[in-house]
């Protein structure tokens, strides 16, 4: 019986950057996928602010910046004509290393992955299919049928489904899946096209109840186009062409369309599972909750619930925390799933309205009132938080202590760079470790020594104040980059208490070399 300490099923980006947190930590793991080969096509677009921050300690950040295409503004569409401009290039500056929307199609974004997974000696394991799994007092056993048609069990401690909307793993786990479906239909184009709507921007026109946008893909020219259809149309989804979908994009935003590469069509659901973990199952990304693409989220959601399973993985397995940690995966991902459905289910309900108000809405008001409010900084700043993901925190969830300055625990740490300097850097290391922006006191200094927690001291400065940190605070940082504890007194007693409320042991999580 082949044994390892997690196994993973699905190997869709969720799937895959779990998998490379895992490895980097040198937890021993199988990913495996019943497909013969990552996929050529996709739909998800978007790598938001946040995922890159978190791609930083994957030292992944970089090369998506580079493959992909970042977008510098998005223009409104009424009447075959450009309504509105919106800039944003620099709509985050000061809030995070990446404030801009960057485009990196999905299919792209998993070969990435993949090459980097293979330079820690893991590949994924093709046409390899979970049939079942059992769970026993010191693991599950999965029986798997691999490409050779041959069936095998495999003894893991975990097992995590990555296995997307259709979860074999949900499924047999039983958590259901309520929620519902749009009566849209999508449709996907990638194409090669010219004129007006095809400059490397991102385009929506508001004519329609129906979406359309043209979304830029790096390279000259190159664009994915995303729409809805409703009428007798959507009936026949499986026989749509794009010829049946591609006069509204010509007519109203001037597409001239030179090549389809290719074109799919696809309904989509808005649903969250009952529960993400079921004893030592985990449910992750689309096996957890699906919703509409508005604003970009579901992928980035997913790599969010990855990166937050895989450390407490690792924690348990090196025996520094007892298995209720990864309790907290539900407890703090959960809600943050069932708000986004919910969020993006009201934004696609209002961009889809039919009749003469919301019209009126759209072509008439939102061209005039959406740009006039972003030109407040406080707007653009609240809607690039919310959409980045960096707004995102865990204040409720169980390992969050504390407030400092306007800093709580569970919130993300505010990224401050000046003079060459990154207040980030540091968390390169996925460890448990200390900031404190001002001067630290011996007695805490010496506590952090004994205990194998790192350290960082940052010279005061007003940039600090300005991002809500507190001077001389204690800021305790999880292996995610999240403040677990937000101590103002800065004591070692704040910090003792915490790892012996919490039953956690300090220190590195990773027996590789960092």
Not at 142 to 164: H, N, P, T
Not at 246 to 268: E, P
């Amino acid at each position: 019986m082949a044994q390892t300490e997690v196994l993973i099923v699905g190997a869709g980006p969720t799937g895959l950057v779990l998998a490379l947190w895992l490895a980097k930590l040198g937890v021993k793991l199988r990913i495996i996928d019943k497909t013969a080969e990552p996929g050529t096509t996709s739909r998800a677009l978007a790598v938001q602010a946040r995922t890159l921050e978190l791609y930083q300690q994957l030292d992944l950040a970089d090369a998506v910046i580079a493959r992909g295409h970042k977008v510098p503004a998005v223009n409104l569409w009424v009447k075959g004509e450009a309504a509105a401009r919106l800039p944003f290039e620099n709509v985050g500056a000061g809030l995070t290393p990446y404030p801009f929307l960057h485009i990196f199609p999905q299919d792209q974004h998993e070969r990435l992955l993949i090459e980097r997974l293979v330079d820690f000696g893991v590949t994924v394991e093709r046409r390899t299919e979970l049939l079942r799994f059992t769970e026993a007092d010191s693991g599950v056993i999965a029986r798997l049928r691999g490409s050779d048609g041959q069936e095998q069990d495999c003894e893991a401690s975990y097992i995590a489904g990555c296995d997307g909307a259709r979860s074999l793993v949900r499924e047999s786990l039983g958590t259901g899946f309520p929620g519902g479906t749009y009566r849209q239909v999508f449709y996907v184009a990638d194409v090669e096209a010219s004129g007006p709507a095809a400059n490397g921007e991102l385009h929506v026109d508001l004519d329609e109840a129906d979406f359309l946008a043209v979304f830029p893909l790096a390279g000259r020219g190159r664009a994915r186009l995303i729409g809805t259809v409703r009428d007798e149309r959507a009936e026949r989804a499986e026989s749509l062409k794009f010829e049946d979908i591609s006069g509204r994009a010509i007519t109203h935003l001037k597409v001239h369309v030179d090549k389809v590469n290719w074109f799919s069509t696809y309904h989509v659901h808005h649903r969250v599972t009952e529960h993400f973990r079921k004893g030592r199952a985990f449910l992750v990304g689309d096996a957890a909750h699906i919703h509409s693409p508005a604003g970009g989220q579901g992928m980035n959601t997913g790599i969010g619930d990855a990166i937050n399973l895989a450390w407490k993985l690792a924690a348990v397995l090196r025996g520094r925390a007892p298995d209720t940690l990864l309790d907290s995966y539900e407890l703090e991902r959960i809600g943050f799933a069932r708000r986004l459905v919910a969020t993006t289910d009201r934004v696609f309900s209002f961009a889809t309205a039919e009749g003469r108000v919301a019209d009126i809405l759209r072509t008439r008001i939102a061209p005039v009132v959406f740009p006039l409010a972003v030109n407040f900084e406080v707007v653009r700043e609240f809607l690039f938080r919310t959409v980045s993901q960096v707004m995102l925190n865990y204040r409720e969830g169980p390992l969050s202590r504390g407030v400092a300055g306007h800093v709580h625990g569970g919130d993300r740490l505010p990224w401050v760079a000046y003079d060459g300097l990154d207040n980030f850097k540091p968390l390169a290391r996925m460890e448990w470790q200390v900031h404190v922006y001002g001067s630290v006191g011996n007695q805490l200094s010496a506590r952090c020594s004994t205990q194998g927690l790192p350290l960082h001291v940052f010279n005061w400065r007003e940039e600090y104040q300005a991002a809500g940190l507190a001077r001389d605070a204690l800021y305790l940082v999880r292996p995610d980059s999240y403040v677990a504890l937000a101590d103002p007194q800065a004591t070692a007693a704040a910090l003792d208490r915490y790892f012996v409320d919490q039953r956690i042991q300090p220190g590195s999580l990773s027996n590789r070399a960092a």
